[in-house]
């Protein structure tokens, strides 16, 4: 017999993309209980007049955010906020015991005044702050497992990242060279009306925003600093493009060894990722596409190597609400809880 009783957890910004996506996986994880679904601009609400499609299997209310309420309730939280709102809750909630997931930037910064530099949100929560961890469970698998505060990554700094981290861990590219073209679908941008998303605006369109200032910047710099053992500037573009869900990021870095070719680079990643059931090398000559990630936590990688330039090209692409966000939440859970870390997640994509 397993065990019988289901953690109790809660989500708190549960009427957003993100929040719906973790309502969707966690219903159908097999150990745990969704107990609380918060909010205050929907609360009173029933969940499924936000969302008729789930009218018939979640029967709870969105309710007035109280840390004292979710925390009698709620042995796990997840945040789905805004940024700057996640830090006024999440002090009270570790205090009370709960574990907490942030799925916004507030918690993915070591630094808080880089934090702020990009953010604009004074803090007055270092202490708390000082404890939380990087949720990219293929890069810091044994400290999520023990911790209590996880800052889960952004969509594109989790691409990007996966893309990178063999490449600067084992010293392989010149860091500075390291250049990030990524694309990313309209659910990127959120459930709120924005005039850049509507169909007409963002259909048969490509276009690149926040060039040279997208906040995802430095938190990709500051954990391949980490990797690299020193400070590491990159280039980061981001594209909107007219799909609903996916991100395929493209990296470019010069090689310290030109003699490096593809297959030794797909024996360095497959190396690198042996322990981390999400990551998926393509072979030879394989690139991935987003639609084979789409409905999926898995992160498909392929690798090239252009001997004229010296360069190495890797391609990656994840479904940005689920590995990107809510998929990549529950991973974390799953490790701090002590479980596998595939429960309850799904392993292949809706294709075509």
Request: proline share 6%; with cysteine.
């Amino acid at each position: 017999m397993g065990n019988l009783r289901r953690v109790p957890v809660g989500i708190v910004g549960a009427s957003g993309y993100g929040g719906v996506q973790l309502v969707r996986l966690l219903m159908d994880h097999p150990e745990v209980e969704l107990v609380y679904l918060g909010g205050e601009s929907s609360a009173g609400k029933s969940f499924a007049d936000l969302y008729p499609h789930f009218g018939n299997i979640v029967d709870l209310k969105i309710e007035a955010v109280d840390p004292e309420i979710i925390a009698s309730r709620c042995e796990v939280v997840f945040l789905s906020l805004p940024n700057g709102l996640a830090c006024e809750i999440a002090p009270q909630l570790i205090e009370k015991g709960c574990k907490v997931l942030d799925l916004s930037a507030d918690y993915r910064f070591s630094d808080l005044t880089t934090y702020t530099n990009w953010y604009g949100t004074q803090r007055s929560d270092r202490t708390v702050a000082a404890t939380a961890v990087y949720g990219l469970p293929e890069l810091y698998r044994d400290r999520i497992a023990e911790a209590q505060l996880i800052g889960c990554p952004g969509c594109y700094p989790t691409a990007s990242l996966l893309a990178l981290s063999p490449l600067l861990k084992q010293g392989l590219i010149v860091p500075e060279t390291a250049i990030i073209d990524a694309k990313s679908g309209t659910s990127g941008g959120g459930r709120q009306a924005k005039v850049n998303l509507l169909l007409a605006e963002a259909d048969n369109s490509l276009g690149a925003y926040n060039v040279g200032r997208h906040r995802h910047t430095p938190e990709i710099e500051q954990i391949c600093s980490d990797l690299a053992g020193h400070e590491v500037t990159v280039q980061f573009t981001p594209h909107l493009i007219p799909m609903v869900r996916g991100i395929l990021a493209t990296v470019y870095a010069s090689l310290r060894d030109p003699g490096l070719v593809r297959d030794d680079l797909i024996t360095i990643y497959t190396a690198f990722y042996r322990n981390s059931p999400w990551v998926k090398i393509c072979n030879s000559g394989t690139y991935p596409q987003t639609k084979w990630a789409c409905g999926s936590n898995v992160c498909y990688i392929g690798i090239e190597v252009d001997p004229r330039t010296g360069r190495v090209i890797v391609m990656s692409a994840i479904d940005n609400l689920i590995k990107g966000q809510a998929g990549q939440a529950i991973q974390c859970m799953n490790l701090m809880l002590g479980w596998d870390e595939t429960l309850g997640l799904p392993k292949v994509g809706f294709y075509p």
